[in-house]
C-alpha cells in the first residue's frame, strides 16, 4: 500500500511527506470535522478504546458562530422556567 500512496503522491506533484498514517489520521479527521459520531468513528478506525478516537474532537475546530449557537441552544431551556 505504501508504494502505490507514494506513487499516487508523485503523480499528483506532493511535495510534503505522505504516509499511510497521514492519510489514516487526515481521513479521521475529515470524518470528524463532518460530524461522523466519534462511535463510529471508533469502529471504522478499529480503536478499542473511545479516548484513543476523541483526539480527533480537538482537531477540528468549530467557528465562533457555532460555539454561539451551542451555547444558545443549551441556555434557551433554562432561561425558559
Not at 460530524?35 to 478504546?49: D, F, I, K, N, R
Not at 473511545?50 to 477540528?60: A, S
Request: with cysteine; glycine share 4%.
Amino acid at each position: 500500500m505504501r508504494t502505490r500512496l507514494l506513487a499516487a503522491a508523485r503523480a499528483e506533484r506532493v511535495t510534503k511527506a505522505v504516509t499511510c498514517h497521514n492519510l489514516r489520521h487526515s481521513f479521521a479527521t475529515h470524518l470528524a470535522a463532518a460530524g461522523v459520531p466519534l462511535h463510529q468513528l471508533q469502529s471504522y478506525l478499529g480503536h478499542a478504546h473511545i479516548e484513543t478516537t476523541t483526539v480527533y474532537t480537538h482537531l477540528t475546530p468549530i467557528n465562533h458562530i457555532e460555539a454561539i449557537g451551542y451555547v444558545d441552544a443549551l441556555v434557551k431551556p433554562i432561561l425558559r422556567r
